[in-house]
């Protein structure tokens, strides 16, 4: 893209004055060649810590490090030049003070580039959200189930059914009234997602949710069937890409132990 033809980045303000207009449409990436597909189409790219799952074999989000978030928002950040990039903040990174998140936060955007950091947690992580926003940097919250505290929600199960549907209801009212720019709400019933969106002034953004929520984000190896180790309910596959790339590999063995590749086409002669 020439200079003259480049867009203008989306920031935190941006998405933040989407609150009941078009959806926002978010995708999660890794690499720059993701990034630059996702941009084409997507308001907001998180560079999300499913990554560790995903990308890196770990069985859960909580084995990953500040550094990796970096080294994949670094990545990330070269392959954008419309859609605003969110970074996670791993765990462990900003629950144990608004000063540490601070620290881990600034450090995140300062080396990625990114336009803001998001968190999980309800109305536990209200001052943080307060403190950071006071000091610059733009929040995205997440409640409903939040994956780095599988262990002490017992898996990875919905929230917000029943009684508990008012502790998400009040998780999401305390993140928004903190200053969060916007809130995703994961795996939550659909109904309780649209009283949420309804409620609080900032945008909702789904994941197994509601097609009520001001925008929706899947993380994109999921959308594409690269990640095959299990399939959520909410996870749309609009491609099979992985079972693609597993026929392809295995017509490169075979013609490989059958020495059809590499062809004649694809080796150098003598001559210039």
Not at 88 to 102: C, L, V
Not at 139 to 149: D, E, K, R, S, Y
Not at 161 to 184: C, I, K
Not at 223 to 240: H, I, N, S, V
Request: charged share 20%; hydrophobic share 45%.
């Amino acid at each position: 893209m020439s200079a003259n033809a480049r867009q203008r980045q989306l920031t935190a303000v941006d998405v933040q004055a989407r609150k009941g207009g078009a959806p926002l449409v978010c995708l999660t990436a890794y690499t720059t060649p993701v990034a630059r597909l996702a941009d084409a189409e997507c308001d907001v790219v998180l560079v999300g810590d499913s990554v560790g799952m995903v990308l890196h074999g770990l069985p859960s989000t909580l084995g990953v490090t500040m550094d990796m978030m970096i080294l994949h928002g670094q990545a990330v950040a070269r392959g954008l030049d419309r859609a605003l990039m969110v970074i996670d903040m791993p765990f462990g990174s900003y629950e144990e003070s608004p000063e540490q998140a601070f620290r881990n936060a600034a450090w995140l955007m300062r080396e990625t580039g990114a336009g803001a950091v998001k968190l999980e947690g309800g109305a536990a992580m209200a001052d943080t959200i307060r403190f950071l926003t006071a000091r610059s940097i733009p929040v995205m919250a997440h409640v409903g189930l939040t994956p780095q505290a599988i262990n002490t929600l017992g898996g990875y199960k919905v929230q917000g059914r029943g009684a508990d549907a008012d502790r998400v209801l009040t998780d999401a009212q305390a993140v928004a009234e903190a200053g969060a720019f916007s809130v995703v709400l994961e795996k939550v019933p659909a109904a309780l997602a649209d009283r949420i969106t309804e409620t609080v002034a900032i945008p909702t953004i789904g994941i197994g949710a509601s097609a009520g929520c001001d925008g929706q984000v899947l993380v994109i190896d999921d959308m594409l069937g690269l990640f095959t180790d299990f399939q959520p309910k909410f996870a749309k596959r609009y491609a099979e890409l992985g079972q693609g790339a597993q026929a392809a590999i295995a017509a490169y063995a075979e013609e490989v132990r059958a020495r059809r590749f590499p062809a004649a086409e694809h080796v150098f002669g003598d001559a210039t």
